[in-house]
């Protein structure tokens, strides 16, 4: 793991919430100004948080590519030394119970 990224997981999750947070305004306003339809009865909030999650997320995929990479290296080497500390911890159970 590298030390000079501890948190690679919570800045992908930090941008990602952001990049939801911008598509979730600028659906709001092009709902407000009519660009894009308003929702159906009182479900303009429901709508415009839909049309938020939907903008976001190719957006998402193709902004936060490095950090995804960089998130997912983190958490292979975090699983790779934990499955290494079992595998000796269970060799030296087998050799002590031997």
């Keep these: 793991m590298s030390a000079a990224k501890p948190s690679a997981t919570i800045r992908y ?4 919430v952001l990049i939801f947070v911008g598509c979730f305004f600028v659906a709001g306003v092009a709902v407000h100004f009519g660009v894009l339809p308003s929702g159906v009865g009182g479900s303009n909030f429901v709508w ?3 049309l938020g999650l939907v903008l976001s997320a190719p957006l998402s995929f193709v902004l936060l590519r490095k950090q995804r990479d960089e998130m ?3 958490i ?5 030394r934990t499955k290494a ?3 000796a911890d269970r060799a ?3 050799s002590v119970a031997r």
């Design 92 to 94: 030296r159970e087998d």
């Design 13 to 16: 999750t930090a941008m990602r």
């Design 85 to 87: 500390r079992l595998e």
């Design 72 to 74: 997912s290296e983190q």
């Design 48 to 50: 415009v948080l839909l």
């Design 76 to 80: 292979v080497s975090k699983v790779d």
